[in-house]
């Protein structure tokens, strides 16, 4: 399979008008022929106010019956705080996460009623970063929107309540930090981690003792790419971890602290872990669908309906190993095209400069976020297609 060329759609935006709808559809199906669309969801932290503003005021019907479904599901006016906000609201991680869920669903939607974009017939593969495996799920047909919508609350309602109970606990702040370095220093940079956080093999422990205790509930969260990854836990401790790893380990990342209030893929995110165990025996789970699924988790396609739901559990609490799912789409699977769909333009964040690199504007990797930009990005699909 690695010497096929495929096509990665990563949920993140939309579509423009009538015009266009010809065109688009002739892109789409005219580059599945030689090449097999796959998608990818972005994850927290892109939400703003007024991200769905643009496909709203562009596809009323379609939008309108999406976000009351999403109403009508949660039980409140989650499309109210979507549009309007404030930000107070939109930042708590019970409404970010199924807002981002909601306006890349919607989205998804959108191509699909009014441009024929048919994920069934048209993509291979399906993941998503972190929350965005919920939207990969719904897209690639596991999950239904309002099941997957419910579980999204009902778990960042827990995941709020496990930050709250960290902070009662310790009186630390908790959230996260992304770590930057060059690629060539990435991994010694992850090996001192591990070893200063108690993870790496003994041997590598003996040069430097220090106390379990001082790293307590500090977690390698994310590895993005091949030079950055994603601390959670306790920020005080996570910068007592870096002012450790430059005063002895030799590394000086540069340091990012994150837009969220939370420490996601952190042990103290088992509470939330046990609810998903629970509840997804009590909702339809499909498989096999039309399309595989690339778990964070394991960094490969998942295997089995019961495997989807260890996880997925699993992913509250474990590392989102996100670089290995990128290599092995990119190496072993033979993906040359990756279009995002959703809020934000993280499309080339998300894939990363390593791959993506065919002769095209944009290397292969695509944003759709505006649907003033539609008409250019699905032109160079299209020619990427057919020089495919």
């Not at 919920?134 to 596991?142: E, S």
Request: aromatic share 6%; hydrophobic share 40%.
């Amino acid at each position: 399979m690695g010497t096929q060329s495929h096509v990665v759609c990563s949920l993140m935006c939309g579509l423009r008008n009538n015009s266009l709808k010809l065109s688009i559809s002739a892109a789409l199906y005219s580059t599945a022929r030689r090449t097999s669309p796959s998608l990818l969801a972005t994850g927290h932290g892109v939400q703003r106010i007024g991200m769905a503003s643009p496909w709203l005021e562009m596809f009323p019907k379609i939008s309108n019956k999406v976000m009351s479904e999403v109403d009508s599901t949660l039980g409140f006016p989650l499309s109210q705080i979507i549009s309007q906000g404030p930000n107070s609201e939109l930042n708590k991680t019970e409404n970010s996460q199924p807002a981002i869920m909601a306006t890349s669903v919607l989205i998804l939607r959108i191509l699909e009623h009014e441009f024929g974009f048919n994920a069934d017939t048209l993509v291979d593969v399906t993941l998503g970063h972190s929350l965005g495996e919920f939207t990969a799920l719904v897209a690639g047909g596991y999950l239904d929107f309002g099941d997957a919508l419910g579980l999204i609350r009902r778990r960042a309602e827990i995941m709020s309540q496990c930050t709250r109970k960290a902070f009662e606990t310790t009186g630390d702040e908790y959230g996260m930090v992304a770590l930057v370095c060059e690629p060539d220093h990435f991994p010694e940079l992850l090996e001192a981690i591990h070893d200063f956080l108690g993870l790496a093999k003994p041997a590598l422990k003996d040069d430097i003792d220090h106390g379990a205790s001082v790293f307590q509930d500090v977690m390698i969260a994310n590895i993005n790419s091949n030079n950055q990854i994603v601390l959670s836990g306790s920020i005080a401790r996570i910068r007592t971890l870096i002012v450790q790893l430059r005063q002895f380990g030799g590394h000086d990342p540069r340091a990012v602290k994150l837009k969220c209030e939370s420490p996601f893929h952190n042990p103290i995110m088992a509470p939330a872990a046990d609810y998903m165990r629970h509840a997804l025996e009590n909702i339809n789970v499909r498989f096999p669908t039309h399309m595989q699924f690339v778990s964070n988790v394991s960094g490969l396609p998942i295997s089995s309906r019961e495997d989807l739901k260890a996880l997925l559990s699993r992913q509250c609490v474990e590392t989102v190993r996100w670089w290995d799912s990128i290599r092995y789409l990119d190496q072993d699977y033979g993906v040359t095209r990756w279009i995002g769909i959703g809020p934000g333009k993280v499309g080339r964040n998300l894939v990363g400069k390593e791959v993506g690199k065919i002769m095209v504007k944009g290397g292969g990797v695509w944003s759709i976020c505006d649907p003033r930009e539609l008409e250019d990005i699905l032109g160079d699909l299209e020619r990427s297609g057919t020089d495919a």
